[in-house]
């Protein structure tokens, strides 16, 4: 398996929500990414974990995180583990007080919540072979991504909690 960072969200030129993973130690995967398209909500949950933004109430993740702090739990780690189909499938490893324990993971929540408490997020060496692009052949435009947290951060700021009643 092949350690990886986030390093940012970005869209498609269809405007498809993509996470940018690439390897910590480049000699493990030369000056490659690999794209996992995701969506909308998990691109959000994502870029306010990495850029640090807290929102005003607990997201999905947060829960999470906070569930498993209440039940002396952690995440040990997430791995991408393989790409069947076109489709990327995830696992995130807890330590529980009664053992190590895994669980079958969308690739964009295990990085969302692995993000949230510093865990390493692998990829197998497969998945990078089959998956991986080279860096020139992604674009990230930081002011893009910038963009976004900030276009969140006022959606946080305007919302109103009785615009969700139905």
């Known amino acids: 398996m092949i350690r990886v960072r986030v390093v ?8 498809q929500h993509v996470i940018l993973l690439k390897p910590v130690d480049t000699d493990a995967g030369g000056d490659r990414v690999l794209p996992v398209w995701i969506g909308a909500q998990e691109a959000m949950s994502i870029l306010v974990a990495i850029e640090g933004t807290p929102p005003p109430r607990p997201l999905a993740h947060d829960l999470m995180t906070s569930m498993l702090g209440e039940l002396s739990a952690s995440v040990d780690r997430v791995e991408v583990t393989h790409l069947d189909e076109g489709t990327f499938h995830a696992r995130v490893v807890l330590n529980t007080p009664g053992g190590q324990r895994t669980f079958d993971a969308r690739p964009s929540d295990a990085i969302a919540l692995g993000s949230r408490v510093d865990a390493p997020i692998w990829v197998a060496d497969a998945v990078f072979d089959d998956a991986g692009v080279p860096d020139e052949a992604v674009e990230l435009d930081p002011s893009a991504e910038e963009e976004r947290v900030e276009e969140f951060r006022r959606f946080l700021d305007d919302v109103d909690p009785d615009d969700f009643q139905g």
């Open 8 to 15: 940012g969200v970005a869209l498609d030129p269809a405007q």
